[in-house]
């Protein structure tokens, strides 16, 4: 395990993994492959631009002759993937996409893995895919999957796809089920980085419903060494769950979130729910855990650190908020109505 392939590697998660991998191993090479869809940014990575461990390549992968080609000329021997249409709210939208990427996408690197006989394949997926979970119960690894949106489903496809490689092929296959990732570099769709910078924006926090959802929101940095330890440490074939092992209100959430910005709940407005929502994921990590990897931060240290981040780093949200978001935010809050929650 030398020569990396990550691929989504200028998305949140992929980056941050990729500063893992260069600052904790210096005998490792880090190629990106990426499609820079509008999740997708290079200002995620500057802080790799200079390394001649790093390069960057454009490519879709969907496009199996170049991820092909891009195998072979960097001599990789590990796939850590990443790339994913990854918001929910997306997928309920407009699905296409996440079948294109996240299920066929994943067996176009599936099978170039097992043509040139890499040394391991990785499966970055998602707490997701184990459905709604009802209180008391927190999922294991071998619970049955039972994926309730687009993304969940494409996402659940695509870890029945690397399982079925490992069973058929014998090819080296390990999978990470992650819950929600916070921290630096995440596209301000996904809750905690719409709701800090529209905060610090003066604008309102649309809440989905009564906020009484449960979340495990975990620090990306966490999850990045959860996913190092399942490369070096893992059972081949295996699936380990990434998580804090708590869960939190959304409601809860938002308080924490304003608090560490000293900015007042008159912000929060509720809002017409997703369709389909997921009340509650929980996970149980002990798998892991067994592995020798701990989480250094709860949730709530979690919160706290990624709003300061976005506090510091204007620089690198204000300009996707000024992009092609607002777009995207018209079209999916526009006529979004405000609720009453007694
Ligand atoms: P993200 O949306 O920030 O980034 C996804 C990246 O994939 C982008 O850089 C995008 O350009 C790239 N991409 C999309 N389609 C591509 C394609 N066809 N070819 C090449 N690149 C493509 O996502 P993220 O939050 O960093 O999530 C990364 C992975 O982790 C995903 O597989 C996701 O399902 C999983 N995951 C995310 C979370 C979370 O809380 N964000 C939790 C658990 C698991
Ligand atoms: P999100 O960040 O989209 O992650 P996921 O749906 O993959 O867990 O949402 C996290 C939680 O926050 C989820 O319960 C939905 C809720 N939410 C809101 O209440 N308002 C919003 O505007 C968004 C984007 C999410």
């Not at 960097?74 to 709210?89: G, K, L, M």
């Not at 007042?264 to 929502?277: A, F, K, M, T, W």
Request: charged share 25%; with cysteine; hydrophobic share 35%.
């Amino acid at each position: 395990m030398k020569n990396f392939l990550i691929t989504g590697g200028a998305g949140f998660i992929g980056a941050n993994f990729v500063h893992h991998l260069l600052e904790k191993y210096p005998d490792y090479n880090v190629v990106v492959y990426d499609k820079l869809t509008y999740a997708g940014n290079l200002n995620n990575l500057v802080d790799a631009s200079d390394d001649p461990r790093y390069a960057f390549i454009r490519g879709d992968i969907c496009d199996a002759p170049t991820v092909e080609r891009v195998i072979q000329d960097n001599e990789i021997d590990t796939i850590v993937n990443f790339a994913a249409e990854t918001h929910v709210d997306r997928s309920i939208m407009d699905p296409d996409a996440f079948i294109q990427t996240d299920v066929y996408g994943t067996y176009v690197l599936l099978e170039a893995a097992r043509k040139f006989g890499l040394e391991r394949y990785h499966q970055i997926s998602t707490d997701e895919v184990y459905g709604h979970i009802p209180p008391g119960h927190s999922s294991v690894e071998t619970d049955p999957v039972a994926p309730r949106s687009p993304y969940a489903a494409s996402k659940t496809s695509g870890d029945l796809m690397a399982l079925a490689y490992w069973v058929t092929y014998k090819l080296p296959v390990t999978i990470t089920r992650g819950a929600n990732n916070i921290g630096p570099y995440q596209y301000p769709e996904k809750v905690v980085p719409l709701f800090v910078t529209n905060a610090l924006e003066g604008k309102r926090l649309p809440v989905y419903g009564d906020g009484r959802q449960m979340r495990d929101y975990q620090w990306v940095g966490d999850h990045c060494a959860g996913i190092d330890v399942v490369l070096h440490r893992g059972r081949l074939g295996e699936i380990y769950n990434v998580g804090t092992g708590q869960e939190l209100e959304n409601l809860k959430m938002v308080e924490i979130l304003l608090d560490e910005l000293g900015a007042s709940r008159d912000l929060i407005q509720h809002v017409e729910d997703r369709p389909g929502h997921d009340r509650r994921y929980s996970l149980n990590v002990d798998k892991l855990k067994a592995l020798g990897w701990e989480p250094e931060h709860d949730c709530e240290a979690a919160i706290r650190k990624t709003v300061r981040w976005y506090v510091a780093n204007e620089w690198w949200w204000r300009p996707i908020k000024e992009g092609e978001f607002r777009q995207y935010y018209e079209e999916m809050y526009g006529s979004r109505k405000e609720i009453a929650v007694g």
